[in-house]
T-cell receptor
Framework: AQTVTQSQPEMSVQEAETVTLSCTYD???????LFWYKQPPSRQMILVIR??????QNATENRFSVNFQKAAKSFSLKISDSQLGDAAMYFC?????????FGAGTILRVKS | GAVVSQHPSRVICKSGTSVKIECRSL??????MFWYRQFPKKSLMLMAT?????????EQGVEKDKFLINHASLTLSTLTVTSAHPEDSSFYIC???????????FGPGTRLTVT
């Protein structure tokens, strides 16, 4: 079964600084999708970024970018120029063809 | 676009009663809807997948007779928690897709408290 591991339960970053959230996953598939979702205190799940496994180029969305290492099964999220509004729970997720499998989440705190 | 709503946003019910949670896709037709459960500061656990007009597919360990899911139309799915108990208290989130199943749009969630 596919698993997604987020080894950092909690991270802190100073406003305007950069932070990287880690995610590893386990799969025997060669084609799949990976995601980072943000869940702010409102608890509304927000898609941050998506990566198709067949694409070698790392996905970017404004201040958010990923470091996708397919061989290492690693999918980290880098947030640049952190803002107070980035404070949230971040979930890494893997799509196995039928459903999303979520990691345990990382709470990101942003200090002003 | 791609807005999903849930109603109610929070509900309190007495132990032994049933409660229904609605999930609606407001501006698209949802061929597939998903129901998740989330405990405080924990991850989302998929409970079931429902396709319009067919029976829901439940994840292992989820009691289908306790968590009744109906996907009667392309814009509405309902989750009914039957004979609720305090341990059913949780945050329930739905998501919907209109095409690619990996592209899920999430509702704002429903907080259920069973007293």
């Amino acid at each position: 079964a596919q698993t997604v591991t987020q080894s950092q339960p909690e991270m802190s970053v100073q406003e305007a600084e950069t932070v990287t959230l880690s995610c590893t996953y386990d799969t025997s598939e060669s084609d799949y999708y990976l995601f980072w979702y943000k869940q702010p205190p409102s608890r509304q799940m927000i898609l941050v970024i998506r990566q198709e496994a067949y694409k070698q180029q790392n996905a970017t969305e404004n201040r958010f970018s990923v470091n996708f290492q397919k061989a290492a099964k690693s999918f980290s999220l880098k947030i640049s120029d952190s803002q107070l509004g980035d404070a949230a729970m971040y979930f890494c997720a893997y799509f196995n063809g039928n459903k999303l499998v979520f990691g345990a989440g990382t709470i990101l705190r942003v200090k002003s | 676009g791609a807005v999903v709503s849930q109603h109610p946003s929070r509900v309190i019910c007495k132990s032994g009663t049933s409660v229904k949670i609605e999930c609606r896709s407001l501006d698209f037709q949802a061929t597939t809807m998903f129901w998740y459960r989330q405990f405080p500061k924990k991850s989302l656990m998929l409970m079931a997948t429902s396709n319009e007009g067919s029976k829901a597919t439940y994840e292992q360990g989820v009691e289908k007779d306790k968590f009744l899911i109906n996907h009667a139309s392309l814009t509405l799915s309902t989750l009914t928690v039957t004979s609720a108990h305090p341990e059913d208290s949780s945050f329930y989130i739905c998501s919907a897709t209109s095409g690619a199943v990996y592209e899920q749009y999430f509702g704002p969630g429903t907080r259920l408290t069973v007293t």
